[in-house]
């Protein structure tokens, strides 16, 4: 029988567990539950005979892959594999493959909770603003930027993007304005939605340059990854302009000083939280047991992300 492991150091919600448990059941395999690990040791240990790992930010680092010598396939039940050993993975014969789209609405829905908790004073009393007809710009229009799109014409917002991965045809069918520069997006836009993934390109790759651009009262909402910050640039920024906000969806690791020095100015959730909905949790895990059952019954290798 197939063993699949749910290696989750923050878990699925109990209805997405069963979600794969059911995929699971149905193709004969043996689901191994392992959440809230607390040391890679734990992890290894549960991993040395699966066949199979569904993970969520989990870091799956070399000495992970290698202990699971049965492994064939391990799926990020989510967006960003950066947090997956690729290199590892390709040299063992495994194949990694994340759920693109999956929680993509929940990251979203997410944005906006930030925004709105921001413009209103954490809900103070005192009076805040508003987010119709500011100018929203749309930082990579990938799944999540899509749904951040689509919520934001509901609030009324003006509709910016840049990405030169997408053509700007795409973008301007769905009524949002493309732009050919970073330095434009963040200079024109009150607020800038992040949706970039984290890698040697991107890592640190917003930082003072476009900050220091951005209007009066400039917000930057951050729910991909708090690596893509320069936080030495945004420190920097933070104290030269009294103005200037950030929200972030992971508290950066200068969380202490931005909160001891900037109160009103930023928005931290406690714990990574973007996909932390039920129906995120749902649609990823069971899109993650549905591809690990079609992989290894059939071959297919949709969604795989290494080589
Ligand atoms: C993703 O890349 O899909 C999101 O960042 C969600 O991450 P999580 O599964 O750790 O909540």
Same mark, same amino acid.
Request: charged share 25%.
């Given at each position: 029988?197939?063993? #699949?492991?749910?290696? +989750? ?7 997405? #567990?069963? !979600? ?17 690990? +607390? ?17 969520? $930010? %989990? ?30 993975? +390709? %040299? ?40 119709? !007809? @500011?100018?929203? !710009? ?28 997408? %053509?700007?045809? #795409? ?18 836009? *009150?607020?800038? $939605? ?58 950066? *690791? ?14 931290? +959730?406690? @714990? ?34 290494? @080589?």
């Amino acid at each position: 029988m197939k063993k #699949v492991l749910v290696a +989750t150091e923050k878990p699925f919600a109990p209805a997405a #567990v069963q !979600g794969i448990r059911e995929v699971l059941d149905k193709a004969g395999y043996e689901l191994v539950l392992l959440e809230k690990h +607390t040391s890679p040791e734990e992890w290894k240990q549960a991993a040395a005979d699966v066949d199979a790992m569904i993970i969520r $930010s %989990d870091k799956a680092t070399a000495d992970i892959i290698g202990a699971a010598s049965r492994l064939k396939i391990i799926v990020r039940a989510g967006a960003g594999y950066d947090n997956i050993d690729l290199d590892a993975c +390709t %040299d063992k014969g495994v194949v990694a493959m994340n759920t693109p789209g999956q929680n993509s609405n929940a990251v979203a829905e997410l944005a906006f909770g930030m925004m709105l908790y921001h413009v209103r004073k954490g809900f103070d009393g005192t009076s805040g603003s508003e987010l119709r !007809g @500011k100018k929203l !710009g749309i930082h990579a229009y990938g799944n999540v930027g899509k749904y951040v799109a689509e919520i934001a014409r509901g609030f009324g917002m003006d509709l910016y993007a840049f990405d030169p991965f997408v %053509d700007n045809a #795409v973008i301007e069918q769905d009524g949002i304005k493309p732009l050919e520069t970073e330095q434009e997006l963040y200079k024109i836009c *009150d607020f800038v $939605s992040l949706h970039i993934p984290s890698n040697e390109k991107t890592k640190k790759s917003i930082g003072y340059d476009l900050l220091s651009v951005m209007p009066a009262k400039g917000t930057l909402v951050n729910t991909a990854r708090k690596e893509v910050i320069d936080e030495a640039g945004l420190l920097k920024i933070m104290n030269e302009r009294d103005d200037l906000n950030y929200l972030s969806d992971v508290a950066p *690791d200068c969380r202490e000083e931005i909160e001891g020095k900037y109160p009103g100015r930023f928005v931290f +959730t406690a @714990k990574k939280m973007g996909a932390q909905t039920a129906e995120a949790n749902i649609n990823a895990g069971i899109a993650a047991a549905t591809q690990i059952v079609n992989f290894l019954e059939k071959g297919d290798n949709s969604f795989q992300v290494n @080589k």
